[in-house]
């Protein structure tokens, strides 16, 4: 959804205070300069679109950087719990409901049907998700509300490798450490796994509709889905290789001598 997302404006962030920045000898100083491919991807999808858990007490307040002294952002969209105070007042429909695993955060969408749905298989998703890749599906703001707001919530810009609400960021249960969404500046990258689908239907509109920076896959797919070596339309399209399940346990079995 290149075309949508581009349109949000970005605004240049202040410096950071010396005790963010990543010294000039650390192995990965060089990663945070130039940031990877994946990375420019999010930045890209939720553009301008966890946290420690060591301290009790941080898990359970929003943090913010130095550079973010305006908390409005906290009385906004998707940090406003529905009802009247919402952008959307009375008229914000509760369709669907996601919660993390232990509970304590949980949020509803008006939409059920994201505006885009997508595997990654960049190494950061790798990582961050421990997975072999992520499912992400990209909504407005305005279309999730938290139910308590941002309680709960803890916050972590990948980019900048710091803690905090810095846009572009990720957003996970500051309890369980459940990953929620990664948040633009107008868009949301969620994470369906989260969802409760009441109907066959609401589950197939959650539908996958292709395969991005499948070059840097740890698993094969072949489901029939355009595959794209980084992000869709912007690289090379990849040939699906179709594996015969089996045939290939048959020539495993006879190797083994079975």
């Not at 550079?67 to 105070?85: F, I, L």
């Not at 008006?110 to 885009?116: N, T």
């Not at 339309?233 to 040939?239: D, L």
Request: glycine letters at 6%; a positive charge; hydrophobic letters at 30%.
């Amino acid at each position: 959804l290149p075309s949508v997302l581009s349109r949000e404006k970005t605004t240049s962030a202040a410096p950071l205070p010396s005790r963010y920045v990543r010294a000039s000898n650390s192995p990965h100083a060089h990663d945070s300069i130039h940031p990877s491919p994946c990375q420019r991807y999010h930045h890209h999808h939720i553009h301008s679109s966890t946290a420690n858990m060591t301290k009790q007490a941080e898990t359970n307040s929003t943090q913010t950087t130095a550079n973010s002294k305006d908390e409005d952002w906290k009385t906004q969209a998707p940090y406003v719990p529905p009802g009247k105070a919402h952008p959307h007042g009375d008229n914000f429909q509760k369709k669907i409901r996601g919660a993390c695993q232990c509970g304590q955060v949980s949020y509803w969408l008006q939409r059920d049907k994201p505006l885009a749905s997508k595997y990654c298989h960049c190494k950061d998703c790798q990582k961050m998700h421990g997975a072999p890749f992520q499912w992400a599906a990209i909504f407005h703001k305005e279309d999730l509300a938290f139910d308590k707001g941002v309680d709960g919530l803890v916050f972590y810009s990948s980019g900048k490798n710091l803690q905090g609400h810095d846009l572009p960021c990720k957003v996970s249960c500051g309890f369980c450490g459940s990953r929620i969404m990664d948040e633009g500046r107008n868009m949301v990258l969620l994470f369906p796994g989260l969802l409760h689908f009441d109907g066959e239907q609401k589950r197939e509109n959650f539908e996958v509709q292709m395969h991005i920076f499948y070059g840097q896959r740890v698993v094969d797919l072949p489901d029939g889905k355009p595959k794209w070596s980084g992000l869709n339309e912007q690289s090379e399209k990849m040939e699906e290789e179709v594996v015969d399940v089996k045939h290939k346990k048959q020539k495993t079995d006879h190797a083994n001598g079975e």
